[in-house]
């Protein structure tokens, strides 16, 4: 069972003689990654946006009620 095993996860490691078979998963990563930067960046800026409109729209029916 552990020869199996050992054999099915195998198949999916793969370490290549020629390293510069890495470059293009590297890049891919780096894209990959900068592109997660900036979506977090955008979902920050529009939270952000967002929060100061609702504490507008707070401050606005408070001093409805209030008068």
Known sequence: MLSLN???????????????E?????ITCVIFL?????????????SRREALKAKEMEELIIKK???
């Open 6 to 20: 050992s054999h099915i996860l195998g198949l999916f490691l793969y370490f290549p003689e020629d390293k510069s």
């Open 22 to 26: 890495y470059i293009p998963a590297a």
């Open 34 to 46: 900068i592109a997660a930067f900036l979506t977090m960046r955008l979902i920050i800026k529009v």
């Open 65 to 67: 009620h209030k008068v």
